[in-house]
């Protein structure tokens, strides 16, 4: 069972604004990357892949029959700081109800992380397509 | 005389910029990519909106006398830069992209049919390999590639082959922008004559670079892009030997580019206007020529050696790094940029990407990523690369300050 959207946010921030430079910052997001499993090689196909040109990251989802129902998500990146990013993402928004992605504002909390320019669509670095990815499987889910 | 860069870049403010919070100083190296204007060229453009800017060709005001003497001053400016003949040879584009599809469209359509051959290399850029995509989806052609060694040099022992009456054109790089190396175009392009085949050549990364001689090489068409050598944005030059222009159809129709238009049917200009249709980027031309004169005060031969001289110190620097891997040729084969890749902790590799990232943050800019070349990296066995590029404004310090920011790299990506 997920912990609340609010624990995970309060202890993400906590641990962010310890921060003094920007060598901690990508030196966490790089262990965070790491913990996150890797996706298993046969998913790692085009059909998965979300679009960025510099780095690639693939997604897969999942629904959960429940009432409503339960969106599971399962990313990967072969950069490792855009992976340390996705495991923030995973850990917001997989798990959650359609209705609870589609009214999480992940720039909001990426701003308040100092980690806004990593969702720019200009980054090219698949983060902001695989956003967006999810809120349209998300869209697709709700009634 | 060799050249001074720290004298050069006081004609380069934006390379005194300070980046991130930090306030850490630049150190540009992505010149494959885009490169900065000097204050003159900029001057120039400044000049020419705040004193004599009007449409080009049109008009028999004194304003637009003034920016068509200014416009066709750059068009004879470049005729001598690459040793053209004619102005009528120099056409104005976008830029090399736009330049190569003029070629693939106007001379392609014309010339190229079904069963025909057009010869590509591995090390091309997407914009020498799309547009002859497209021109053998729609006539029947085929497309062949020169392979390459794994030093990225190419490899011609199957180049009998590759090379035969069913030529119709080689289309080849002068210079990779990937791995830098400088392909053999004086034994290449007779070779390609000598089967009837014409030549293309991608100078995108060469002529800003060395002394060029379009009749030296006598390449049938020469394309290449006037931000890549000091230029600013929006002008790029199609070289092409005048009889091929003569004969070709029109690129793109409309204003400039014709004698007359009934309702029926246009007649076309004659040349260089035939190709140049609708208003011109006339400050951008301007700027390209300004920057001609700017290189020309230094010279492309200086330019060159300048370079080579950062580029052995780069692998020398570079070739310490454990971790470390450079691709490409040696020095001696390839032109300024380096191309390389990083391994951390149990050797698996540091994504480009994250590598750029890090390097960003100590103010070293690079490219990361597979830099419009992906049959090239797929041949290399890389999803993508990093790469750092010369030009006459960067130093040794800024070559030091790169192998620093490497080791950062490896040291946030190797703990634990």
């Known amino acids: ?143 | 005389m060799p050249l001074d860069p720290a004298a050069l870049r006081r004609d380069f403010p934006i390379l005194d910029i300070r980046l991130h919070e930090a306030g850490v100083p630049l150190v540009y190296l992505d010149n494959a990519a885009t490169t900065q204007s000097p204050k003159p060229v900029v001057d120039a453009m400044v000049k020419a909106y705040e004193g004599s800017y009007a449409n080009v060709h049109r008009g028999i005001h004194w304003l637009s006398d003034q920016a068509t003497i200014a416009y066709e001053g750059a068009r004879e400016k470049v005729r001598a830069f690459i040793g053209a003949e004619s102005t009528d040879e120099i056409i104005f584009t976008r830029g090399t992209t736009e330049a190569i599809n003029l070629v693939a469209r106007s001379w392609g359509d014309a010339n190229v049919k079904a069963g025909d051959e057009i010869l590509l290399t591995l090390l091309e850029h997407h914009s020498n390999i799309v547009p002859w995509q497209q021109l053998a989806a729609r006539t029947g052609a085929l497309l062949k590639y020169i392979p390459i060694h794994d030093d990225g040099t190419l490899d011609l022992s199957t180049l009998d082959q590759l090379l035969t009456a069913r030529t119709k054109l080689l289309a080849i790089t002068a210079v990779s922008n990937v791995l830098g190396t400088i392909t053999p175009l004086a034994e290449l392009i007779p070779k390609a004559h000598a089967v009837g085949a014409k030549v293309l050549i991608d100078a995108a990364q060469s002529v800003p670079h060395a002394v060029t001689d379009v009749r030296k090489w006598d390449a049938d068409f020469v394309a290449f892009s006037g931000h890549k050598m000091l230029a600013g944005s929006g002008i790029g030059v199609l070289y092409g030997k005048r009889a091929l222009l003569e004969a070709m159809p029109p690129f793109q129709g409309g204003g400039s580019m014709i004698h007359r238009v009934e309702l029926e049917r246009f007649t076309p200009a004659e040349l260089p206007a035939k190709f140049e249709a609708g208003t011109p980027a006339i400050v951008p031309a301007i700027a390209l020529g300004a920057a001609i004169d700017y290189l020309g005060v230094i010279g492309m031969e200086a330019i060159g050696e300048h370079e080579h001289r950062l580029t052995r110190e780069a692998h020398q620097v570079l070739g310490r790094i454990a971790g470390l891997k450079i691709h490409g040729p040696s020095p001696e084969k390839k032109a300024g940029i380096v191309n390389f890749s990083l391994y951390g902790a149990n050797g698996r590799e540091i994504h480009p990407q994250d590598a750029a990232q890090v390097l960003d943050r100590g103010g070293v800019a690079v490219r990361a990523g597979h830099h419009c070349a992906m049959p090239l990296h797929e041949r290399l066995g890389l999803s993508a690369s990093t790469r750092a590029s010369f030009y006459l404004y960067n130093t040794s310090e800024e070559v030091e300050r790169l192998a620093v920011g490497l080791e950062k790299v490896l040291h946030v990506f190797r703990r634990g």
């Open chain 1, 1 to 143: 069972m997920p912990r609340a959207l609010s624990d995970t946010l309060e202890e993400l921030f906590e641990t962010f604004d310890q921060m003094h430079d920007w060598e901690e910052r990508y030196e966490y997001l790089i262990d965070l990357g790491d913990k996150l499993p890797d996706m298993p090689a046969e998913e790692k196909v085009e059909k998965n892949r979300v679009q960025g040109c510099q780095s690639n990251v693939w997604l897969v989802a999942r629904t959960r029959e429940a009432t409503p129902p339960v969106l599971d998500f399962e990313a990967d990146s072969d950069a490792q700081i855009v992976k340390g990013l996705v495991a923030i993402l995973l850990q917001m928004l997989s798990g959650r109800t359609p209705e609870e992605i589609l009214s999480f504002d992940i720039g909001h909390v990426f701003t308040r992380l100092g980690l806004k320019q990593h969702l720019s669509p200009l980054r090219s670095n698949g983060l902001h397509s695989m956003v967006k990815r999810i809120k349209m499987l998300a869209a697709g889910q709700s009634a």
